[in-house]
């Protein structure tokens, strides 16, 4: 698609920040809306309970394939065009479920939403390339930002339209909000002329594809099959050999679809890492505290409340993530990404204290959150940062798509974790089996020691040498002017 050739190119320039970091805001909308659902959709679409469940489970399974797929795609044909065909794959699902009550349809229209999973990585590598370094850190931690701010906002947002008018009027509102985002970025973003030109490597692609596919299945299937199944074993062990065989293929292609090499290297395999615990961390929050809160009064813990009262209880955090975004920006400009990485980590730990000491008072539970929101904020903000840093301007966009599907693998495991300990530690409320209090601060406990494992991980990674030049150089110039 061509681009509009009438912007001036510095209002052009004030527009592309914002417009980037509302696609990634409705990319994480997206991704939550559907909950408020979940326990009227058997109702409504006439599906059992395991059926309804595939339409979280498809966007997560397509979302982690597609991603790293998108992402080599942007860095090759172009990013802003693969941006807009991931908002428009995201705007089709909208509206198939819109349209349709068939839970079959439901399921195949969330798994094209899932392509919007691909946003964050692609717009962050739009900034690296458009942006003056002066304005990129802050922009690249807005854009990191968004993830959660948009999640704060989704649950709510869905949970009074669901509330007040037909669940299908939900999915108008993201099909609207969708289409005005790839009109958006057709208008004020302009496409980026760096690419990594090559021949795309489907065999990498579908081994890709089949190895995640069959990994993430069985880590979110594993709590209704039963983890020693066999269906869960056999997933678990096809998993192990299409990734082995994929690595061994990748290694051996010319133009890979993830250079294996990049990843090899300390600052960036290292970074993967951090993600993926990072992503446990964060995700157990959201999931724990959702259900605290709504556990019935009878409980002796819980507050009984509504889930729009749930929303508004998680919205604070969305706020706190994008005051903290320039905040986390700064810290990496003057002490480097890793810091403010392990920093992050270490203050969603502090926020898990917190909540371990205190799950009765709402207020407390929302400081907890809001604390481990903040720590959310500096960790997502320097992890592109760190992968910015640390491969070519060329494989940008295919690199932070790794990085974003580590932390999607790791908010997949988070949800198995957080479930198996839940339902592992349960008391009778008339008669009623509910989790009891003790498996929600187990679950805070081990989201608090991977977060620690995140800190300990983000230390390891080595220092960036360039970086640090530049900030002699900074502090240099310093020292000059105030000479002068």
Known sequence: MDEPAAIPRPLRERLTVPVLAFGGILMAVMQTVVVPLLPDLPR?????????????????????????????????????????AALGLMTVGSVLCALSSDIR???????LSGAASAVVPLAISILRDELPPE?????VALMSSTVGIGAALGLPLAAVIVQYANWHAMFWVTAGLGAFGVTSVWWAVRESPVREPGRFDVPGTLGLAAGLVSLLLGVSQGGQWGWGSARILGLFGAAAVVLALWWWQQLRTERPLVDLRLVSKPRVGLSHVAALLTGFAF????????QLVQAPRATGYGLGLSIVQTGLVLLPGGFIMLLFSPVSARISASRGPRVT???GALVIAAGYAVRIADSHDLWMIMVGAAVVGTGTTLAYSALPTLILHAVPAGQTASANGVNVLMRTIGQAVSSAVVA????RHTSLVGGVPVPALDGYLLAFGVAGAVALAACATALCIPADPEAGGTRRARGARKEVMEGA
């Open 44 to 84: 409504l679409t006439g599906a059992s309970p395991g059926a309804v469940s595939w339409m979280v489970t498809a966007t997560l399974l397509a979302g982690a394939v597609l991603t790293p797929v998108l992402g080599r795609a942007g860095d090759m044909y172009g990013k802003r065009r693969v941006l807009m």
């Open 105 to 111: 349809v439901l399921i195949a229209a969330r798994a």
């Open 135 to 139: 304005r990129r850190g802050n922009a």
């Open 283 to 290: 995700y157990a929050n959201s999931l724990v505290t959702a």
């Open 341 to 343: 990485l392990a920093l």
């Open 420 to 423: 198996a300990v839940l339902v």
